[in-house]
């Protein structure tokens, strides 16, 4: 008998995935937001465990959308209150496109780890990019 866990979505590599958008709420309203958000975000690492990618890609791949989850509804907040209304994979068109995400407040890119993290995160927002855009 194998060792070897099968994973299946994403509460297989972060327990706390559904939890999400109540850690990037800052008001009450955020919530829906974020929960559309998750939607997205499923949608898309669940094509990548088809892809059957490593654990630990998938699970960079998750981090990276939980910055970008937090950063959208950071901005929100942040004087681009008008974007509520858009549906959420056009909200999210709005901050990502085929050159990546919105810049991370909190990393230095002058500092050579933080700078890979950052290339790491656009390169996930490139791929979310591709999977929203692509023709069904």
Same mark, same amino acid.
């Given at each position: 008998?194998?060792?070897?866990? /099968? ?14 958008? &109540?850690?990037?709420? /800052? ?18 690492? &669940?094509?990548? /465990? ?6 630990? *890609? ?16 950071? %901005? ?11 549906? *959420?994979?056009?909200? /999210? ?16 890119? &002058?500092?050579?780890?933080?700078? %890979? ?6 390169? *996930? ?8 855009? %692509?023709?069904?």
């Amino acid at each position: 008998m194998s060792n070897i866990k /099968i994973r299946k979505g994403p509460t297989d590599y972060f327990k706390d995935f559904r939890s999400w958008p &109540n850690d990037w709420m /800052i008001v009450e309203a955020d919530k829906e937001i974020g929960k559309g958000l998750l939607e997205v975000f499923e949608d898309f690492i &669940n094509s990548l /465990i088809d892809k059957e990618l490593s654990v630990k *890609t998938v699970k960079s791949h998750m981090s990276n959308l939980s910055w970008l989850g937090s950063n959208i509804i950071e %901005r929100l907040n942040d004087g681009d209150e008008k974007k509520r209304r858009l549906p *959420t994979k056009k909200l /999210i068109l709005e901050y990502v496109d085929d050159e990546g995400g919105p810049l991370l407040h909190f990393l230095d890119i &002058n500092d050579v780890t933080d700078f %890979r993290y950052h290339v790491a995160y656009d390169g *996930t927002c490139k791929q979310l990019y591709k999977f929203i855009s %692509r023709p069904k």
